[in-house]
């Protein structure tokens, strides 16, 4: 359930956020509709994240790997958040 309401969180975050990112958020669908190449992933983690922050952090890893789109693969928010994203070109 946590997972779930990570993932929602994150995605209306995506959506509020007004921060020119170069790295957006897409979802399974966009990414197979746009036939987007995967180039693999990053994590990140910590304590207490909010949304905005945690897909700032998402959207900053993926930009300097040369993504230009990422897809939240895995969320787990207990104690501490871990957030792994599938990037994509």
């Known amino acids: 359930m946590k997972n779930k309401l990570t993932l929602s969180m994150i995605s209306l975050a995506a ?3 007004f921060g020119a990112n ?3 958020l897409v979802t399974q669908e966009q990414a197979d509709s746009q036939n987007m190449q995967s180039m693999g ?3 990140i983690s910590g304590i207490d994240g909010v949304p905005t922050d945690i897909r700032q952090q998402l959207s900053q890893k993926a930009e300097e790997q ?3 789109s990422y ?3 895995e969320a787990r928010n207990e ?3 871990h957030i792994t ?3 994509y070109k």
């Open 71 to 73: 897809r939240v693969i």
């Open 41 to 43: 992933t990053v994590s």
């Open 22 to 24: 170069a790295a957006s």
């Open 85 to 87: 994203a599938e990037l």
């Open 66 to 68: 040369g993504a230009s």
């Open 79 to 81: 104690d501490n958040y």
């Open 15 to 17: 959506v509020l956020s």
